[in-house]
């Protein structure tokens, strides 16, 4: 069984930078698809991006393309997501999710792993 734990999440203000991790244990998880998700209050959790086992594929929200990065270290069983520009629309909490099938994809649905989530706030 995969456990995930996102960490990196915090406050900053617009314009600003965060990077998360998202750190596997339990087993490996360089054959998985991974991907972060995001929740905001009173709203669906919703897709911000995707990597591929390899991390030669990746697919982002339109809301975050050009401004978030997702990667991943399989060496070191973690998952990245740099966010640069940040915008307080990207408030939300965070969570990171791993797909056996080997794909990033979109759907929730392809994802049997997820992490407890951190907090990103973006003040205007």
């Known amino acids: 069984q995969v456990q995930l734990v996102e960490s990196g999440g915090g406050l900053v203000q617009a314009g600003g930078s965060l990077r998360l991790s998202c750190a596997a244990s339990g087993r490996t998880v360089s054959s998985y698809g991974m991907g972060w998700f995001r929740q905001a209050p009173g709203k669906e959790r919703e897709f911000v991006a995707a990597?591929?086992?390899?991390?030669?594929?990746?697919l982002y929200a339109d809301s975050v393309k050009g401004r978030f990065t997702i990667s991943r270290d399989n060496a070191k069983n973690t998952v990245y997501l740099q966010m640069n520009s940040l915008k307080p629309e990207d408030t939300a909490v965070f969570y990171c999710a791993a797909n056996p099938a080997g794909w990033g994809t979109p759907s929730r649905g392809d994802y049997n792993a997820w992490g407890q989530g951190t907090q990103v706030t973006v003040s205007s």
């Open positions: 990597i591929s086992w390899s991390g030669g594929s990746t």
